[in-house]
């Protein structure tokens, strides 16, 4: 019997394995681990970063003895190894590269750590050494029962938007974890857009990041949860994310980024792709400003979650194509009042500015000119997300877009910025434009300043 | 089975090994199975004969590859500096304990716990890690036929000649 949590915690812990091998010619030699990584009951993986003597070993005899000590009970473990291949690219690989980064940055040796590949062995057999142990401390939060706590309330969410929130609140609630968002992802442009986020100074809903870039980036290219335990500038959110935004600016008109709202200085990092049919949907992203904060368990228990936010938004979406619930006649709605606002499009980008500020641009943006220019034309107020779907002007990536997460952006938004235009929800896949004040509508060509 | 070559541990050397480092030790099997076990302290003689200690119900596995092939090699490491050294021997064997091997033990443990305690780790961790019965104590000794640099850069892995031990070494043992 393989002790795989036992493992794991080895595996995390901040005390190095030693790796011993023997060579061809009957020669022992021993090395400090820099990072492992469980895979699976029968897996695991070294990194490899250097053509050194365990390499030529391993390559000659692929028999491997590891050396593991449990952070928290001293029990040491020997783990008989047999190398199996070396992957240099791939989720194995990635995850292994983002940790590596955060070990290197931690323990001074960026520059000197560099991932050239992740070794895998097959597990033969795990001793437990005979000496003496500590009890092992029960944790703060058992990860198992803050699961279920979790899923018990998530199917009581009725649309995308109340799944978000029960999620993060959750995540609060039940795992003590403070820092939080989900990004959605638009495989079209390849960005995750934010659609909710717990315990930031301001929410960011609507801050984007491209796919590949720092933890949450990489989650959602290689589908694989990215958990780094001491963070690194590598990964990190920060300066990249400006120069993004300058990058992306609309020719010196106005800047149209809204920051991405992660901690200025996380200790521990953990990104978990919320999965769809082909794609990730998005990305649950978690963080702390304390080191090795989130453990293995709390990962799987974060994939759980995510598997089912993932099912739900697939079924919110089959109940939305099932058909839309019948709409309450409208009340005798206030119509616009006061004094009237700009509203201005910009076709390069479909961004929308109310007045001088910027709200959203991309799919969002579209969608909201499309409700205006149908509220001015005709003085429109409902609608169904199965239209919109199917309205041309909208131009939907593709028929199987997250529409209901673009909606929940770009409601956030508009509540966010209390602006006087506002969406309401009125039942499933159908909402209400509340539009409190006169529009002047201003479509700017592409080029246009 | 004698050894040719021995290779000269210079004092700063010996200091270094001798400083509270974390010691581990590899040998092998007939079927190139790796072995090995953590080490509780070190004495080096004035021969250059380099003794490790070892609990002995730990330690079954190398032992018994220790005795079939006499190779031996024996890593410390610095946890605070990551600076690591590797020697190889060919004539490893076990030899009774000489008197004051338990105090040099002792020694050990207060001197790699002093060097832990900074870096987060509880003395009470690093005292279950290192503990071990008086009479479970065995000595393995050996000759250093080659040394390695192995603190992780560029230089890992490369032959270590007498007195190329970068920056200054730690802090005495202690008692």
Known sequence: MIPTRALRDCLDGAIPGVVSTWSADGTPNVAYMSQGQYVDRQHLALSYQFFNRTRQNILANPRVTLGLIHPQTAQQYRVHLTYQRTETEGPLFESMKAKLAGIASHTGMSGVFRLLGADLYRIDRVEAVPGTTLPLPAPAVDPLSALRACMERLPLSHDTESLLDALLDGLVEHFDIRHTLVMMLDPARERLYTVASRGYETSGVGSELQVGEGVIGVAARERVPIRISHMTSEYAYGLAMREGAQRQGLGGLVDTEIPFPGLAAPGSQLAVPIPGPREPLGVLFVESPTDMRFSHAEEDALVALAAQV??????????????EEAVAPAEGEPGPSGPPMRVRHYAANDSVFLGDDYLIKGVAGNILWTLLQDHQASGRTQFSNRELRADPRVRLPDQSDNLEARLVL???????????????KTGRGRFRLRVDCPLEMEDMAPGSV | MPTANPF??????????????SINTGSGSAEGLPSQCRA????????????????????ADLLRDAARSRALAVVFSDPPTHRTIQLKGRDARVEPLRPGDLAEVRAYREAFTRRLVPLGFTAPLVLALLDCPDDDLMALTFTPEAAFD??????????????????????????
């Open chain 1, 410 to 424: 770009l409601h956030r938004r508009l509540a966010e910025r209390q602006a006087c235009v506002q969406l309401e």
């Open chain 2, 150 to 175: 192995q603190t992780p850069g560029a230089h890992a892995g490369a032959p270590l000649l007498p007195g190329a031990l970068d920056g200054a070494p730690p802090d005495p043992a202690g008692p």
């Open chain 2, 40 to 59: 509780f302290g070190v004495r080096v003689d004035p021969t250059g004969r380099v003794t490790v200690f070892l609990a002995g119900a730990q330690a």
């Open chain 1, 310 to 323: 993932g099912a739900l938004f697939r079924l919110f979406l089959a109940e939305l194509e099932l058909g």
């Open chain 2, 8 to 21: 000269r541990l210079d004092p700063e050397l010996v200091r270094f090994m001798t400083g509270g480092l």
